[in-house]
T-cell receptor
Framework: GENVEQHPSTLSVQEGDSAVIKCTYS??????FPWYKQELGKRPQLIID?????GEKKDQRIAVTLNKTAKHFSLHITETQPEDSAVYFC???????????FGKGTTLSVSS | EPEVTQTPSHQVTQMGQEVILRCVPI?????FYWYRQILGQKVEFLVS????????KSEIFDDQFSVERPDGSNFTLKIRSTKLEDSAMYFC??????????????FGEGSRLTVL
């Protein structure tokens, strides 16, 4: 089955800096890669996703890149703000299955 | 905006007792899921459900777990004989028609289970 590795586990940045979180996946058939943000005590919420037919997607300060050959994808947050502080999870879904498999999460702390 | 709702928000139970967690998915969604998150850890897949049957399940979803869609709206997770290690937040999720797991999962707010 799919295995998703995520790093770093914690990331501390100054407000205004960029943050990058990286994930690798094992199943070459995977074709959908979302990123979820989870604030303390809350549910995970989708912030951006990418499908295997594109290499990059951007939404304001957030971007995701995908390298299918290397089987890795990354989340980029520019101009970070204190409200970006949360746990971020990457996930991958394979074409054959119905499950979305999550990475272990990255705790992002943005200090002002 | 429609959302997934879960009850109870928090349940405390004694080890060995049965627990039922309830979920109402978004009304036009066809795929339903249960995930588990032990405090401070990752979101773990338990089971997916489509067309009134289990589509996929993880190794965590052993014989003590079962799911059911008893009517047109509810989707339940039953834990037959709870263990201490079942203490976690349980999230229900659903996804849009035609998407399966290949689209956004809409999560409920979770049911926190504490087993004493």
């Amino acid at each position: 089955g799919e295995n998703v590795e995520q790093h770093p586990s914690t990331l501390s940045v100054q407000e205004g800096d960029s943050a990058v979180i990286k994930c690798t996946y094992s199943d070459s058939a995977s074709n959908y890669f979302p990123w979820y943000k989870q604030e303390l005590g809350k549910r995970p919420q989708l912030i951006i996703d990418i499908r295997s037919n594109v290499g990059e997607k951007k939404d304001q300060r957030i971007a995701v890149t995908l390298n299918k050959t290397a089987k890795h994808f990354s989340l980029h947050i520019t101009e970070t703000q204190p409200e970006d502080s949360a746990v971020y999870f990457c996930a991958a879904h394979n074409q054959a299955g119905t499950a979305l498999i999550f990475g272990k999460g990255t705790t992002l702390s943005v200090s002002s | 905006e429609p959302e997934v709702t879960q009850t109870p928000s928090h349940q405390v139970t004694q080890m060995g007792q049965e627990v039922i967690l309830r979920c109402v998915p978004i009304s036009n969604h066809l795929y339903f899921y249960w995930y588990r998150q032990i405090l401070g850890q990752k979101v773990e897949f338990l089971v997916s459900f489509y067309n009134n049957e289990i589509s996929e399940k993880s190794e965590i979803f052993d014989d003590q777990f079962s799911v059911e869609r008893p009517d047109g709206s509810n989707f339940t997770l039953k834990i037959r004989s709870t263990k201490l290690e079942d203490s976690a937040m349980y999230f229900c999720a659903s996804s849009e028609p035609g998407r399966g797991g290949n689209g956004e999962l809409f999560f409920g707010e979770g049911s926190r289970l504490t087993v004493l």
